[in-house]
């Protein structure tokens, strides 16, 4: 059974920094698009970043430069290095990937950024 964990979501000051890491377990193929998306409070989910199999990269227009999307193929993790957080940075942020033709959610992990 696949199954996503997210971890390194906290509380952080505004201008600081976090990294988010989302490892895939229990998966018989290989992990193709991993990708990141927020939902804030009281507003609906967004992706934010994605990141594909041959490793090209898109972000949402909101994170570009800020943040940085990356993952290991040999451990079946993504990462999203979170710089310069601003206190609309704040949501769940969930791992989202595409194996074969289907698609898992990770169960989310809360950033709060103070201002």
């Known amino acids: 059974q696949v199954q996503l964990v997210e971890s390194g979501g906290g509380l952080v000051q505004a201008g600081g920094s976090l990294r988010l890491s989302c490892v895939v377990s229990?998966?018989?193929?290989?992990?193709?698009?991993m990708r990141w998306y927020r939902q804030p409070p009281g507003k609906q989910r967004e992706w934010v970043a994605l990141?594909?199999?041959?490793?090209?990269?898109d972000y949402i227009d909101s994170v570009k430069g800020r943040f940085t999307i990356s993952r290991d193929n040999a451990q079946n993790t993504v990462y999203l290095q979170m710089n310069s957080l601003k206190p609309e940075d704040t949501a769940v942020y969930y791992c989202?990937?595409?194996?074969?033709?289907?698609?898992?959610w990770g169960q989310g992990t809360q950033v709060t950024v103070s201002s």
């Open positions: 989202n990937v595409d194996i074969v033709h289907r698609n898992y």
């Open positions: 229990g998966s018989p193929s290989r992990v193709n698009t």
């Open positions: 990141i594909r199999s041959d490793g090209s990269l």
